[in-house]
Nanobody
Framework: QVQLVESGGGLVQPGGSLRLSCAAS????????IAWFRQAPGKEREGVAC??????ATYYADSAKGRFTISADHENVYLQMNRLTPEDTAAYYC??????????????????WGQGTQVTVSS
């Protein structure tokens, strides 16, 4: 059974940092795209960053470039988020797709999803 389990969300002040984790199990980790998406209330789910599990190639949304870093270690994928702003407030989801990325892959290409972890940036 495929499972993606996110953790690390919480409340943080503007300018602060959080590190999200995604633990993957139940499927081969080779030749997969693992991504972080987020969804704010009333908005569509949007891609934040993705990484190729085999080659380590990374791709970011413009909103994440220079502030967020995606990384992978065995069957865990992380999202280090720095210089957070209230606009980063959202539920963050981990997702996995077959194949390696050549770009930030769109939402409909992902086969497996986690339940999400809430990130709230507020003073």
């Amino acid at each position: 059974q495929v499972q993606l389990v996110e953790s690390g969300g919480g409340l943080v002040q503007p300018g602060g940092s959080l590190r999200l984790s995604c633990a993957a199990s139940g499927f081969t980790f080779d030749y997969r795209t693992i991504a972080w998406f987020r969804q704010a209330p009333g908005k569509e789910r949007e891609g934040v960053a993705c990484i190729g599990s085999t080659d380590g190639a990374t791709y970011y949304a413009d909103s994440a470039k220079g502030r967020f870093t995606i990384s992978a270690d065995h069957e865990n994928v992380y999202l280090q988020m720095n210089r957070l702003t209230p606009e980063d407030t959202a539920a963050y989801y981990c997702a996995a797709a077959v194949g390696l990325p050549t770009m930030l892959r769109p939402l409909n290409e992902y086969d497996w999803w986690g339940q999400g972890t809430q990130v709230t940036v507020s003073s």
